[in-house]
């Protein structure tokens, strides 16, 4: 495989939702989707049965053809949704700029309750800002993205979720949470962990103010002890610090 010449290549251009044109070797290239295909004014292609993403190339204003890309879901990927499921998710949505064909061949394998297809930047957003507006008032809309077209949903959900891995700098930026691994089932065990979280310290809370409340109240009777006191000092931390270390057990986010 040759090394690419980049001094070659000059006036690049990215076209959102489009795709991207550049002068390569005193030549004006163009790929990108079909929308590409229609704003230099040429006919819709004939990509016949392509399964997968099709960018289309033209080349000083001919349409060349067209290269089909297709990516395989990741095995992990059923689990995560399996998961959310088990977890009692409402609905599972995908929003991609996918075509509409590929989107619901997708969304149809890993059993997902909605799909938007066919997607600009700005769709993503009006269709997250039309969910935020229907979901429960103690419902929480969840995103998750890696790319840089999806850092203003990301901003814009109750909880945006970035892949670290191979995500970009500008959707990890906007994230409120980041996935190192690339696993979409590391989602559902952030769930779980949160969910442990805010059980234990409400147990914690409780138990303190319990305690402290109940000593409170025997001390004003007189029947409150100095050890008392310190049992409801020093004992309640302690039985705090212990209850909360149950959050590092790993089996129960398997």
Not at 56 to 81: L, P, S, T
Not at 121 to 135: C, F
Not at 169 to 197: C, L, R
């Amino acid at each position: 495989m040759r090394e690419i010449d980049s001094s070659l290549v000059t006036e690049v251009e990215e076209i959102a939702g489009h795709g991207v044109t550049a002068v390569v070797d005193n030549h004006k290239i163009a790929v990108g989707s079909n929308k590409m295909v229609l704003r230099y004014g040429l006919p819709p292609a004939d990509t016949g049965d392509a399964a997968g993403t099709i960018v289309h190339v033209i080349v000083d204003g001919e349409y060349r053809g067209f290269i089909v890309i297709a990516d395989e879901i990741k095995e992990d990927a059923f689990n995560a949704v399996g998961a959310l499921r088990n977890l009692q998710v409402k609905e599972t949505v995908m929003l991609t700029g996918d075509t509409d064909a590929i989107g619901r061949s997708v969304a149809a394998r890993l059993k997902l309750d909605k799909v938007y297809t066919e997607l600009l930047p700005g769709d993503k957003v009006e269709k997250v800002e039309a969910m935020m507006q229907n979901k429960s008032a103690k419902g929480k809309l969840v995103f998750v993205g890696d790319g840089i077209n999806d850092a203003p949903v990301l901003a814009r959900a109750d909880l945006g979720i970035a892949m670290g891995g191979l995500g970009s700098d500008a959707a990890i930026e906007a994230a409120d949470i980041v996935i190192m691994t690339d696993e979409p089932s590391k989602i559902a065990t952030a769930i779980k962990i949160s969910k442990k979280t805010l059980t234990i310290v409400r147990q914690n809370i409780i138990l303190s103010l319990a305690v402290k409340f109940g000593v409170l109240i025997l001390g004003a009777a007189g029947l409150a002890t100095m050890w008392a006191a310190v049992f409801a000092d020093v004992g309640v931390s302690v039985i705090a610090v212990l209850n909360a270390a149950r959050i590092l057990s790993k089996k129960q986010y398997m």
